[in-house]
Nanobody, 114 residues
Framework: QVRLVESGGGLVQPGGSLRLSCVAS?????????MGWFRQAPGKGREFVGR????????NYADSVKGRFTISRDNAKNTLYLQMSSLKPEDTAIYYC??????WGKGTLVTVSS
């Protein structure tokens, strides 16, 4: 089993920044499996945000966040990050961390509002 715990969400004004973290624990993560972020806005389905392969470290992003969001990871800390900048009200959502498209965290809420 892999346990994922997200943190770092909160209320931010449009144009602001936030950094989300996702700490993985449990069994050793497979270096070839991806980790990533999804989000779910109120009344909408879950949406892909971005992902990164643990070994190769080349992230890819949804068009809606490209150029504003950056995914990174700290292998030593088993931690995945999502740096979000130039936030917009439409970025308001619960953000979920996922590993191997199998293990999901419980999410952290990001609200972008003035």
């Amino acid at each position: 089993q892999v346990r994922l715990v997200e943190s770092g969400g909160g209320l931010v004004q449009p144009g602001g920044s936030l950094r989300l973290s996702c700490v993985a624990s449990g069994r050793t993560l497979n270096a070839n499996y991806g980790m990533g972020w999804f989000r779910q806005a109120p009344g909408k389905g879950r949406e892909f945000v971005g992902r990164i392969t643990w070994t190769y470290g080349a992230p890819n992003y949804a068009d809606s966040v490209k150029g504003r969001f950056t995914i990174s990871r700290d292998n030593a800390k088993n931690t995945l990050y999502l740096q979000m900048s130039s936030l917009k009200p439409e970025d308001t959502a619960i953000y979920y961390c996922v590993y191997d498209m199998t293990y999901w965290g419980k999410g952290t809420l990001v609200t972008v509002s003035s």
